[in-house]
């Protein structure tokens, strides 16, 4: 079939403007579902066209990432948060006013072609849930009065504006700082409860840059070298080891990619240091950049967020005009150096996995995001084949401040392995949800009561992909020698129940395993289906050993850090919470398999021969009579 | 330094497997050198002439105590490999009977029982009973619509060596990954097969490339007999592995091995 000819004209445009290159495809396919409503088979086989490609490679990228559609999308996008934080907080009422409201079901779009609805993991607002995605903006500390608001002010009006916060008047307040800044403009908070010394604190401005750059670029790699920085990412690789191997492999160009696809459910702290901090962090992209020899930057920013790019696009400019960005950067800052560095922003499109170093790159090249095989590593071999620096947000901005005060200051806070400080991402049970700036080694236990919960049970320390610990474990230190974390830190109290969050977090990885590897892909869906077993009452004690073997096997063969982790909600619960698991599970003295349910089995068997059993219905002669 | 001074073995890297020393030259995946000594490690997703991929992790070893796929890991000088211990051999049965709980193999109705690399592998690490896992019985969609060729993509294990060779074989580009994770399939390059330039001469169409019975070529099932299929002959591996490896090639499951 031959596409209509508006289609085409709409591809064209959005192709020409990224140079019909196919490693923008993730741009590409950004504008034209923007303006189409959705990516379909024709729209793919003009993109395909435009750019050189095949069709089914642009159905393989359109269809890797959750926020791209191939079938018509209403003209407001709602994607409610359903991560197990937004469920304590009450999101399936918020989910019921919503379909009660628009007449429609998650995963449909309403007939006048206003509304779509879906949910969506995580999306950074874990401190203000419950919260939901109207295509960019973001509502949080949603009621269900809100919600019928919300859906006939955007009935009426159709117009997004009209719900975006206002200082006077208005369904919602903006957020504080530079959430009040015209380009955002959301009704977002920061929650800053404590700013620490290094990242949420003031600081001279360039003087991180302008000192850098009175140092050769090997200087400033040994410097962050001895500062004992590493990456904040969670994996905690030392940050000037990195630059130094990027630095040594020789090639034309180099990169500097700043991950800021902050997806680990209940982490947010990124938003906050890209919403007050972006200078800072844009300096620390422009120091990395000097000390490998990098002429280009990419700020991955993840979907969720693309509320705050037209902001972040805004501090680009603006540093350009001051010359801290483009040729001559050493010029400004009063220094020698003579190269150019430039950064775009790469919006991702609702994938968890493009937090990995190699799947982030493959993202950025316009491709599914997939992890790539290792070695090369990144930084011999990443971004179009050359040699690219991937840092945390976190860790970028660190950067200008150890160049700022000093090694010896940098080093003088934290511990011996694990120099500077930690932000934390608090969520849950706690009276002060928000963001905590600490240095690194402090226990669980002073994070929880800075946070005001009383009365936590069990703290999910990292994520989905980090440890659920117990009461006997609060003394533990949050850095890298004890529990290393990438920043989230929720914590629950004895009324939830531990394996609705294990449960939650495995429908978590399942949906965001990329489905490269078959242990990862399918070991998941196991690991659920055995969880679900005994949350259902029929697990026997021989399950916990299925699923530690099962796990194993998933942990030891999987490809990439996803897989690694995934098993863990299962396997530390079991570990910290036996007795959870012990309660549920009982020996059967009849020797039938418990999963077993033979009324199940047979309901299929009873409407295909049209009667009942004659050995298990007990009713059966009377039920022949009615039939 | 000059050519001359290079000594003969400085091309050449020492490793063992499961305890034997064997040498190989510098530069070659795990699987490849292993290949060479003419030690079988089982796969999946590779073929000969395809570019390793590492998706199945069948060939999973371990490198220095490191679980790796030997396809795609570069061998270490002095690397000491585990191919055939107990641990690795449970993470193999279990990666094979993950692919077979994830789609619909009914061995005994499909054509392409007898060489099909899926049921000899099981076959191969001793597979051959019911297994502990579900059954996901998916219900995905079948592409009758080319004249000389059908896709039952409910037996696809997702190895992607259609995809590879297409691309990178046939210069066609018919096959693709589509979707993620569980949902993760093989699109085709149209709406449906019969839309693209397959052709059933293609490399990618041929016997060699789909390891199991998600490509059919129509008109040509089950041509030949019991007793005379490609795996009757031999186990799978047989054509790599040393006529006096010192490993028997298949061994009667012990369930007690699986503890």
């Known amino acids: ?627 | 330094m000059t050519k001359n001074s290079v000594a003969p073995d400085q091309d050449t890297l020492q490793f063992t497997v499961d305890g034997e020393v064997f040498s190989a030259k510098k530069g070659l995946s795990i699987m490849d050198a292993c290949d060479a000594a003419g030690v079988y490690v089982p796969r999946l997703c590779d073929s000969d002439g395809l570019v390793p991929q590492g998706s199945c992790r069948v060939c999973s070893v371990k490198q220095n105590g490191r679980t790796v796929a030997a396809c795609t890991q570069p061998l270490e000088d002095g690397a000491v490999i585990e191919n055939e211990s107990l641990e690795i051999k449970n993470y193999r049965r279990d990666l094979v009977r993950m692919l077979f709980h994830e789609g619909n193999h009914l061995c005994p109705i499909c054509e392409a029982s007898g060489r099909c690399e899926l049921q000899a592998m099981a076959y191969r690490l001793g597979i051959s009973q019911a297994t502990k896992y579900p059954y996901l019985q998916p219900v995905r969609p079948v592409d009758a619509s080319h004249p000389d060729i059908a896709l039952d993509n409910n037996r696809c294990i997702l190895c992607g060596r259609c995809i590879r060779a297409s691309r990178d074989v046939d210069g066609k580009n018919v096959f693709e990954y589509v979707g993620r994770g569980i949902h993760k399939r093989i699109g085709v390059n149209a709406d449906c097969l019969a839309n693209t330039d397959a052709s059933i001469d293609d490399y990618a169409m041929s016997l060699d490339v789909c390891p199991v019975g998600c490509i059919i070529r129509k008109g040509e099932g089950f041509f030949a007999p019991i007793g005379e299929r490609q795996f009757d002959h031999g186990p799978i591996g047989s054509e790599i592995q040393h006529p006096d490896s010192r490993l028997i090639p298949v061994k009667q499951y012990d369930p007690r091995e699986d503890s």
Request: charge should be negative; hydrophobic fraction near 35%.
């Open chain 1, 1 to 627: 079939m031959e596409p209509s000819t508006y289609t085409q004209g709409i591809v064209q445009e959005a192709c020409r403007r990224f140079g019909n290159d196919a490693h923008r495809m993730m741009d590409i396919l950004w504008e034209v579902q923007d303006r189409l409503g959705c990516i379909d088979g024709q729209a793919m086989e003009c993109i395909a066209a435009e750019t050189g490609s095949y069709r089914v490679e642009v159905e393989g990228v359109v269809t890797f990432y959750a926020f791209f559609a191939t079938t018509p999308q209403g003209q407001f996008i709602i994607r409610i948060c359903e991560d197990i934080i937004d469920r304590h907080a009450g999101v399936e009422e918020i989910r019921a006013a919503f379909e009660k409201t628009l007449g429609i079901a998650v995963g449909q779009t309403t007939n006048d072609g206003l509304f779509s609805l879906h949910l969506t993991p995580c999306i950074g607002m874990c401190d203000q849930a419950p919260a939901v995605l109207i295509n960019d903006l973001v509502v949080t500390g949603l009621t269900p009065g809100k919600v019928s608001k919300i859906v006939s002010t955007l009935k009426k009006s159709r117009n997004l504006n009209d719900i975006k916060p206002q200082s006077k008047g208005g369904l919602f307040k903006p957020g504080e700082g530079n959430n009040q800044h015209p380009l955002i403009r959301s009704m977002v908070k920061n929650n800053i409860r404590l700013a620490g010394e290094i990242l949420l604190n003031t600081y001279s401005p360039e003087a991180g840059l302008a000192g850098a750059l009175q140092q050769t670029p090997a200087e400033v790699v040994e410097m962050i070298l001895a500062s004992g920085l590493r990456g904040r990412g969670g994996a905690g690789f030392s940050t000037g080891r990195k630059w130094q191997m990027a630095a040594a492999t020789e090639a034309e160009e180099r990169y500097v990619i700043c991950n800021a696809d902050e997806g680990e459910p209940g982490t947010f702290k990124d938003r906050v240091l890209l919403t007050e901090k972006a200078d800072l962090l844009f300096e620390g992209m422009t120091i990395a950049a000097y000390a490998v020899g990098a002429r280009h930057g990419i700020l991955y920013l993840r979907g969720e967020y693309r509320y705050l790019r037209p902001y972040l696009e805004h501090c680009l400019e603006e540093r350009r005009k001051k010359g801290l960005l483009g040729a001559n950067i050493g010029k400004t800052v009063g220094g020698q150096y003579d190269g150019e560095f430039d950064i775009r922003i790469q919006i991702g499109a609702g994938a968890y996995i493009c937090g990995e170093e190699s799947s982030l790159i493959s993202s950025c090249e316009g491709r599914r995001g997939e992890p790539k095989n290792r070695p090369p590593y990144p930084v011999q071999s990443g971004y179009l084949g050359y040699p690219t620096v991937v840092n945390n947000v976190e860790t970028l901005c660190n950067v200008p401040r150890i160049l700022e005060k000093g090694i010896s200051w940098f080093r003088s806070i934290g511990t011996s392995e694990s120099a500077g400080t930690k932000l934390h991402s608090v969520s849950g049970d706690c009276s002060r949800p928000g963001i905590y700036e600490l240095p690194m080694g402090c226990t669980v236990q002073e994070l929880l009561d800075l946070a005001g919960a009383k009365d936590s049970a069990c703290v999910q320390v990292g994520g989905a992909s980090g440890d659920m610990i117990g009461r006997t474990e609060f003394g533990r230190r949050l850095c890298f020698e004890d529990l290393p974390t990438a920043g989230a830190f929720m914590s629950f109290t004895q009324t939830r129940n531990i394996l609705e969050i294990v449960d939650y977090y495995m429908h978590f990885f399942i949906e965001e395993s990329c489905g490269y590897c078959t242990p990862c892909r399918v070991g998941n869906v196991f690991m659920k289906k055995g969880l679900e077993k005994i949350i259902q009452g029929q697990g026997e004690p021989s399950d916990l050993e299925y699923l530690k073997d099962l796990g194993k096997t998933i942990i030891e063969t999987s490809r990439c850090g996803l897989g690694h982790t995934s098993p863990k909600p299962i396997l530390t619960s079991m570990k910290h919470f036996p007795l959870v698991y012990a309660a549920l599970l009982k020996e059967r003295p009849d020797g039938l398999q418990a999963g077993f349910n033979i009324q199940h089995a047979l309901d299929e068997s009873r409407i295909i021969a049209k009667r009942r059993s004659l050995i298990y219905d007990p009713d059966y002669s009377k039920s022949e009579k009615a039939d």
